[in-house]
């Protein structure tokens, strides 16, 4: 059992080196500058809708939450 646990782990490091060594690839430094373009406006945009969302919707309810709750006048006094 050990020796075909050993000769399989041994033949997928082989193979993995294998497949490493011959994979090649294309991909040049226009297109991942472009990514990561993509990827810092997306997230501005992101950013900016989560910011006036906060800012117009849940802000504003939310501070109200808070004041209707120190304000309890309960059930008792009013």
Do not use: C, H
Not at 59 to 67: A, C, E, F, G, V
């Amino acid at each position: 059992m050990k020796k075909f646990i050993k000769n399989t782990v041994n033949s997928i490091r082989a193979k993995a080196i294998r497949l490493a060594a011959t994979r090649r690839s294309g991909e040049g430094y226009i297109d991942t500058a472009v990514k990561i373009l993509i990827a810092v406006v997306l997230g501005a945009l992101l950013l900016a809708g989560l910011y006036a969302l906060f800012g117009d919707v849940v802000m504003p309810t939310l501070n109200q939450r808070i004041k209707d709750m120190f304000n309890y006048a309960g059930a008792l006094g009013g």
